[in-house]
């Protein structure tokens, strides 16, 4: 119906432009916010969005719709990984993850009984970012009173990128910040080194000459006054190499 369609363009693009506006959220209320946004996008009333670790396509952080809190025990609902139930959805014949699907059951029977049983998914899509052939962000959702279609699965695509944007430019940008603190941190360290190090060094070095020139004042014969003077000589020398070292 174009009037329900509109609506829906008009909730996606409400979604896409407040998420870039949510600069003091955290990572959390984001993502909470995305998946709230989600399932109001689709009608659906469960979903789960799933940002992987760079090192393990299985482990990452995990997040459940309210849903699922409400209705299933937590223990299926794991944080850092995906369940098993999810990996035999995402999981190809092949044997490849398969992050990208469209799938309704005929009505009677379901696609798949997840969560020792409680839970039918009886139609579903699930979607992902991609960069370097490795997915970075996966979402999905589920159970829609009536069948999804390719126009839902390009929406949440779509609407996938512009979160997975956004978290990304706050993960640089918090990388950045860390590298300035730290470089700051290793500034004031290396600040504080200079001060001692200089400290330590222009004691003694400004001792030797004063000690030379209170000989000096003393009477000797001209070898050790050639001696004395060689010392006060390559004391200034040293004294100057120091000075360049130090600045």
């Known amino acids: 119906h174009p009037l329900r369609r509109q609506r829906r363009m008009w909730k996606r693009d409400r979604a896409r432009y407040k998420i870039p506006l949510m600069e003091s959220a955290s990572e959390e209320e984001l993502l909470r916010f995305a998946m709230d946004s989600m399932l109001d996008l689709f009608n659906s009333p469960s979903g789960f969005i799933f940002l992987p670790d760079g090192s393990d396509t299985d482990r990452g952080l995990m997040l459940w719709s309210n849903d699922h809190y409400r209705h299933y025990d937590e223990r299926y609902l794991p944080h850092d ?33 997840v969560f020792g049983g409680k839970m039918k998914v009886m139609r579903g899509i699930t979607a992902a970012v991609t960069e370097n052939n490795r997915a970075v962000c996966a979402a999905g959702v589920c159970n829609k009173d009536s069948n999804y279609e390719e126009a839902d699965l390009l929406l949440l695509e779509t609407y996938l990128n512009s979160v997975w944007l956004t ?55 001209e070898e050790q006054r050639g001696y004395l003077h060689n010392a006060g000589a390559s004391g200034r020398a040293l004294r100057s190499i120091i000075s360049d070292i130090l600045d």
């Open 81 to 113: 990984h995906l369940p098993e139930d999810l990996i035999i959805q995402l999981t190809g014949r092949n044997g490849e993850r398969v992050y990208r699907g469209l799938n309704n059951s005929n009505g009677d029977e379901p696609l798949y009984v």
């Open 167 to 221: 978290l990304r430019r706050r993960r640089f940008v918090n990388e950045l910040q860390e590298a300035k603190e730290a470089a700051e941190s290793a500034n004031k360290a290396k600040n504080a080194f200079l001060a001692t190090v200089s400290h330590e060094l222009r004691t003694p070095r400004n001792g030797v000459p004063s000690m030379l020139q209170l000989i000096d004042t003393r009477s000797m014969d």
